[in-house]
């Protein structure tokens, strides 16, 4: 594919670094002026100082009213919105016995709530201007019971159900919104938890574990270019679905 979103206008939450930045720069090489957004406004400024049509904005996707003054001031500045990318996302590693409430709460918040966010102010946006194409950010920790993330695969599981509502009630308007369901990719949210896993699950190397499983570790340039072709016209009879990136993960039992 090459320019196959050329005068697309996106963004992307999160964007300061893993998916969101690999995604960031999978839209721009294909053509797209892409709005990098995130809680971290620095980091997000130097995903979109790499891109040949970046912009960066700060927005928390806990905060609706940051969200929808987002979504306005790119559409006031730009005329439309094209592509909205819900990429944002955080975790802890905790067995429900010991979860506080608080910590179940600060997980629904980024990965639930922000996305409610990012998917209702864009469909309302680009159903003003003729329509685009969401992709939210789930997991394949949606289909299965996931120890010690719990909150995590419980918001995850929301985010397809959001994800195919969203779709049938904005179908007449043109707006598509799809999920990408990753298995386990070798991001900061991953690596950062893996001494965590390791002492809680009783194992010297998760990413041993993972990779027994997935074949090995994800990347993400194994995830971005579904992202691009979910944000393109090429994947207009796809809505409402989740499209799981895994390596094959979630295809066996054993
Ligand atoms: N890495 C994986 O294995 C994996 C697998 C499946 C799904 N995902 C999902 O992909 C998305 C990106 O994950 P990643 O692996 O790149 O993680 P990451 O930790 O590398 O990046 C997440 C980004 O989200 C930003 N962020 C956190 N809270 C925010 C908030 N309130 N508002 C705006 N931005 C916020 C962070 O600052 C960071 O830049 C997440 O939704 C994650 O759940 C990741």
New binding site residues.
Partial sequence: MADVLKDKIAIV??????????IAAELDSEGAHVVV????GE??AKTAAGLARGESAV?????DAAVAALVADVVGRHGKLDIMV??????TVTPLADMTIDAWRQVL???LD??FSSVRHAARAMAASGGGSIIT?????AFAGSPLIGH?AAA?AAVVSLTKTAAIEFRGHGVRVNA???????????T?RAPEFEQQLGVDDFTAVISQAQGRM?E?RDVTPLAAFLASDRSRFSNGSAFVVDGGMSASLV
């Fill in positions: 939450t999160g964007g300061a670094k893993g998916l969101g930045a690999g957004t995130d809680v971290d980091g997000a927005c928390d996707v806990r905060d819900a990429n944002a996302g955080i975790g918040a980024v990965n922000g996305v950010m789930a997991s394949i920790t995590y995850k990408i369901c990753p298995g386990f990719i070798g991001t900061d949210l991953v950062d994800g993400v």
